[in-house]
């Protein structure tokens, strides 16, 4: 029971962690990407259409790969998910659009897009034995139990989810080109006036960022459920927990892999303590967005200089503007 | 004089839109190793010319060459492969860094090591004399340490011509003298300093030659040895202009407002204005100098009600004894209590009783001047806020140093910012602009304000403007006091002398004048007294008529134990 | 010095700003961007099916105006969107970002069927309607007052807060329907009590009142002193202190307008059009109303044209789908961000135009 349940709020705090970095990552570099939840379903949709393929050449689909399914997952996601931010990297870096609105355009756009592909043009029949592949591909996931498990008993997005965060916790803090970052995220004419180059930065940024929280929606397709398809809005919601993820741990990733565990948990104990009526379990359900808001109104209270977004967040930037 | 020319202007044109030209043909030459200033009002093209030899506007037309060749700016990291670095009057730093991550920001193609980078910058501070904690971090330095990072970042990138916009703008007199020092080694090394100002005795002082900028035109470059302030300010302005500033003897001053221990915490819990007595009387100036952040704004801020302040006492004296009370600053339900606590009396000196009479009498009584204050009104102002103090008839009028993000609002039109502190005057749930339709033209025509007609956004005027159409609104409130902080802060010679005259004439009026100045000629030249701020704490209050800048240098950056209070 | 001789031309192509623009200009700017979205998207509808352009155009077409019954139903869909961006107008004037709208309508609507749910039958509707109204008014006020009272507070992230609440609102909707449908379908069929009788025809009454309340908004906004304060909050806080506005005040208070708008939205949902809720009843208008709002710069009589003309795009999908044999009703979405995409882009031709390279042979004229 314990062991079940800490597994699942590790797993569903996985999706978060790739969404929360991704964002992160954006912030940094001065964009409020509400296009997230968007980005995050095309991730899906592009990891699912590549294991689809690779699932389809094969003859014998149990002899499928892991390495080949993890890749090809791990590029089509990132493929998918960063063509969705590069529109939004236009429209907001170069065509200098209103952040809010072209995210959420974004977050129409990418939910329409995944439902519409997923819906008709995604062989599914595989998933399920892709599915368990994926999930089952590191020696510890079969046969272990106990703190064994909860540790070392995931598939491999979850740890890669952990060395993306701690890869970049480690550029912005010990690197130039973090300094440059969250440089052009504090003040971009800063940055623009000590030669940076802002708008690669910009658009770097935001590619990466798109990319790593596409992981995140095709980590719970393929691993998570195993392969079943359900509607987006599901990763829609994740993306905005994630997006909430972003403000609550403080726009440094190293403390958004236990913040991203602790709301995977909130969220699934809905599911979890099954034995409880089905009301109660709708009440259960608004949990993780009753403590998201608490989490948002505690943070608004315990205003500190360090804590901070990035100050230049949101606003456009036109270096001949006066 | 090594007279190798460095940098080339040729016929730069910029222009902002298609009314704005920012500068005209504008053609410069810059030797290796001197000092050249570039002088002109504000508004003149001065920043924007220089905008463009460090990258960061692209000219419209015109040529820039360097060592003789052509070159392309592009951005400011082509200006510094050029060598060349500015430093803008704004500084470019990012606050939560420290002074060494800044100065590393964006240097190109050299491993990242802060260590290595400490030791590079420390030997060049050596070198120049500068006195630098590389460790601190931004927003804990006072502005001069400011400034020696945005120097030292420049320097670091190996820039061989520096450029300074308004360097002094911010700097007390003692600090004015040891930039002068660093820069004039800076040039016996060979670099080419330009320096942006307006101050004459600055450019008299520093440079080996000047050029001089008018409109966006190219007036003239000429050695400052063979010119003088008097020709120079011809030049600037263009016209022969009186630079007097016409100073009248206060006369029967009353007291107006009495400041005793104001403490002001902001956020941090740090106290930026600390233990503040002092004194202002109608009919005089009294100048507030001190370094930017000494505590300036928090201090207007407290007494017009928009800070919340610790501990302290604000007192306001209406002198209003034997003057009758108006609905022009009182509202009814103000007269009535005041005559619950017996302030008012009739003509004849008898006591009046209000409870006889109908509101409608008591209102014709009113407007026909009949009841009369017994005693001038004091007024404890503690926790009031900017509302309450209108609605006691308090005559406060404040003109912020944030004048669109403040004082007015950028996006609305001349006529809907006349009537910011007024439309809720009335019972009615709409708003009347007919009055504010009024006085927008009444300001437009007395202060000359150029603008198109009265609907137009303020953002879209030019600072001048923006600052009649806010210094306007608030003397058209009548007030009893008027604060001011920096209000001619980037406004050409002429809308400076029109703000200096109004304040002036409301002094004239027997109206308590506050003013918040940077440029201590200025304010030794307008005030009546002086109020020099240190770290939040009054650190003198001087004689403006008998002081000297050295003597307000001194006070700006020292701290006496106990206020002074004269 | 070499990589002077590379860099020693102009830019090819740079940005400067307009200072002004004809309105003939900007009406240019946006048509060809509507075109262009369109275009785009029957090329992408053409990409999955074997229809053509032709095809498309004629299906929007017809699903939007094709009898008089849908030009109805367009009518109704957008004055429910007008009457959702009148609800998201005041806040988004006082740059609050509210993206509650969702659950605000929700609530304002399970409140209402809530009232026809346990008064149904037992008390007269001339009794239920009323209190209707005023339970969704309420219900969305009071949704909408929550994030405002902590974003007056302690300055809490809105768009976050509102957010969450819109899925606080959902599960809610759930929670209810799983009470009150004892049979565990989880859908709650339509009541017969509480409903708001026709006028005219049944589609009048929505188009009426939310026409009324964009005019009463239009001029709120513009000639009374609540809608001042509103701008002057939305401008700049440093100004609303100055001029002793109370900030958290004119914020609560108008987001108590904004949530009772919603509200009555909700109302009309629950007792004119679905008399039932899901949890999609909001059918997604607090994002839509955002665009048209947003789209309309913040002009309510402008987001009139926005929202039929959002309105119009979703209901001709509708007809595309069909014709072009989509098994799923996404395809809408793709096409509605696409045109959001080609209009959000034109504020960039409004406010700035390019500069590009002079041609060589002007140079050496010179």
Known sequence: ?322 | MNKTVILQLKNITKKFGTKVIANNNVSLDVYKGEILSILGENGCGKTTLMNMVAGIYYPDSGKILINGEEVIIRSPRDAFEHKIGMIHQHFKLIDIFSAAQNVALGVEGEKFNLKEVNNRIKEMAKKYGFNINLDKKIYEMSVSEKQTVEILKVLYRGADILILDEPTAVLTPQEIRSLFKVLSAMRDDGKSIIIITHKLNEVMEISDRVTVLRKGDHIATVNTSETSEKELTEMMVGEKIDLNINRTEPKNSKLRLSVSNLTVKNPDGYNVVDNVSFEAFGGEILGIAGIAGSGQKELLEAIAGLNNYENGKLIYYHPKKNKPVSFFHKTYKRVMELANENAFIDEKGNDIDFTKLTKKEIKELVNSEKIIFKEDEVIDLKDKTPREIRELGIRLSFVPEDRLGMGLVGNMDIVDNMMLRSYRKGKSVFLDRKRPQDLADRIIEELKVNTPDSHTAVRKLSGGNVQKVLVGREIAAAPAILMTAYPVRGLDINSSYTIYNLLNEQKQKGVSVIFVGEDLDVLMALSDRILVLSGGKVSGIVDARTTTKDEIGLLMVQSKENGVTE | MKKNKNNLKEPFVRIVKRDNIKIQKIILIYSIAIVGGLLLSGFISMMFSDKNLVDFFQSLFTGAFGSERKFWLLLQDTSLLLGTSMALLPAFKMKFWNLGGNGQILVGCLAAIACMFYLGGKVDDFVIIPLMLIASVTAGAIWAAIPAIFKAKFNTNESLFTLMMNYIAQSLVSLCITIWVKSGSGVLAPIAYGNIPDIGNKYLLPIILFVVITVLMHVYLRSSKHGYEISVVGESINTAKYVGIRVDKVIIRTMILSGAIAGLVGFVLAGSINHTISTASANNMGFTGIMATWLATFNPLMIILTSFFITFISKGMVEVRKTFMFTNDSISNIVVGIVYFAVIICSFFINYKLVFRKKEKEEIKK
């Open chain 1, 1 to 322: 029971m314990t062991v079940t349940f800490l597994m699942s709020a590790i797993a569903i705090g996985t999706v978060l962690l790739f969404g929360c970095i991704g964002e992160t990552i954006t912030e940094k570099a001065g964009h409020l990407n509400l296009g997230i939840p968007g980005i995050m379903c095309t991730g899906t949709v592009g990891g699912c259409l590549f294991v689809s393929f690779y699932m389809n050449s094969l003859e014998v689909i149990e002899n499928a790969s892991w390495i080949i399914l993890i890749l090809s997952s791990v590029f089509g996601a990132f493929l998918f998910a960063s063509l969705t931010g590069a529109i939004y990297a236009v429209m907001t870096i170069t065509f200098r659009c209103n952040q809010n609105i072209t995210g959420l355009a974004i977050t129409i756009f990418g939910n329409g897009l995944t439902q519409f592909l997923m819906h008709s043009y995604v062989d599914k029949t595989n998933f399920s034995t892709a599915g368990k592949i994926i999930a089952k591909c590191l020696p510890f996931a079969d046969g272990s139990d106990g703190i064994v498990k909860v540790l070392f008993g995931h598939g491999f997005y979850v740890y890669l989810a952990i060395i993306i965060a701690l890869i970049t916790t480690f550029i912005f803090n010990r690197t130039k080109v973090g300094l440059n970052l969250r440089a052009i995220g504090e003040n971009t004419a800063t940055a623009d006036a000590m030669g940076v180059n802002i708008t690669l930065y910009k658009y770097v940024a935001i590619l990466i960022g798109s990319g790593i929280a596409g992981f995140g929606g095709v980590f719970y397709i393929m691993d998570y459920v195993k392969g079943s398809w359900e509607n987006a809005s599901t990763i829609e919601a994740f993306g905005w927990l994630a997006i909430a993820l972003v403000i609550f741990t403080l726009w440094k990733p190293n403390i958004s892999i236990i913040g991203s565990y602790l709301f995977g948990a909130l969220y699934i104990a809905a599911f979890v303590f099954g034995n409880i009526s089905f009301s109660g379990r709708e009440i259960l359900k608004m949990l993780p967005y009753v403590i998201t808001i608490v989490v948002l109104i505690v943070t608004s209270m315990m205003n500190k200089k360090e804590n901070q977004p990035p100050a230049s967040l949101g606003l456009s930037y036109f270096r001949e503007d006066r």
